[in-house]
């Protein structure tokens, strides 16, 4: 009956083994795929990836954890197959001893062949399938950790460009806000000084301003006065060329004075900038 019962589980035992062993088979594959992976890499860490590489590896975070953990729990249960194994082959062992006292005229060293081959056999086989998978849930773990790393080394090289692009475009801004200050300093500039000298030149003119115009001619032996333009007798040509020496004389006094007042100005909008 024990016999029996022990054949009964070893049945199950066979079919389970060979499920491992045609998953080594298949897994085989598997391997050479996720060194390829981890190869392939470890060669591109240098290389920028592209939105839909970075998309495709952020996936892989998310499904090869659960492979992972699968994989960890299919180990586990491999190993509870070799502890079962032992139970049996010891539980077998102690069976037969018992038998054998009690029958001890009879040769039952054929039925010993399971517990010193068959079972041993079985054992050697699980502890290499687990030495065999789990080299392999090492080469998964590092292809997840190597996935990890370079999403992150990515993202960072990433949000360090998009800072340094912000910095850029601020730094850009503050360039043209202060180019901008600049050409409305000179606009106001501008129109203080063609303003004021304008203004003086207008105020110059409208004034008794011809006395000391004379008195500059008459040093310089000019001969001439504005009083004598509208009379005939005194000529076409002296009286246009003192009406535009009397000209230039009041434009001159407005671009002084609006030279004075911009200079004013330029530095009082200066000290107000800093």
Not at 39 to 54: G, H, I, V, Y
Not at 109 to 137: A, C, M, P, W
Request: hydrophobic share 35%; proline share 2%; aromatic share 6%.
């Amino acid at each position: 009956e024990a016999c029996a019962t022990t054949q009964s589980q070893d049945k199950t035992t066979d079919h389970r083994l060979e499920a491992c062993a045609t998953t080594q088979s298949q897994d085989k594959t598997t391997d050479h795929r996720l060194e390829a992976c981890a190869t392939a890499q470890s060669q591109d860490n240098q290389r920028s990836l592209s939105e839909a590489e970075l998309l495709d590896f952020k996936n892989k975070l998310r499904i090869l954890p659960k492979l992972d953990l699968n994989y960890s729990d299919l180990l586990g249960q491999l190993e509870s197959y070799s502890l079962t194994m032992k139970i049996n082959a010891q539980n077998y062992s102690e069976k037969l001893q018992q038998l054998q006292e009690k029958l001890p005229k009879d040769d039952l060293r054929i039925l010993s062949v399971f517990s010193d081959k068959i079972s041993h056999t079985y054992q050697e086989q699980i502890k290499i399938n687990l030495s065999y998978f789990g080299h392999s849930s090492g080469l998964l773990y590092k292809a997840i950790s190597s996935i990890r790393g370079i999403v992150e080394i990515e993202q960072a090289e990433r949000d360090r460009a998009l800072e340094q692009a912000l910095r850029d475009k601020e730094e850009a801004d503050r360039a043209r806000d202060k180019q901008a200050e600049k050409q409305e300093k000179r606009q106001q500039l501008w129109i203080t000084f063609v303003g004021t000298g304008l203004a003086v030149s207008g105020i110059s003119s409208q004034s008794d301003a011809k006395q000391p115009l004379e008195a500059i001619l008459s040093k310089l032996e000019w001969k001439g006065s504005l009083d004598d333009c509208p009379k005939p007798e005194a000529g076409l040509y002296p009286c246009l060329s003192y009406s535009v020496v009397f000209v230039l004389f009041h434009i001159l006094i407005g671009v002084g004075v609006g030279a004075i007042v911009a200079f004013i100005v330029d530095r009082i909008i200066n000290r107000r900038s800093k």
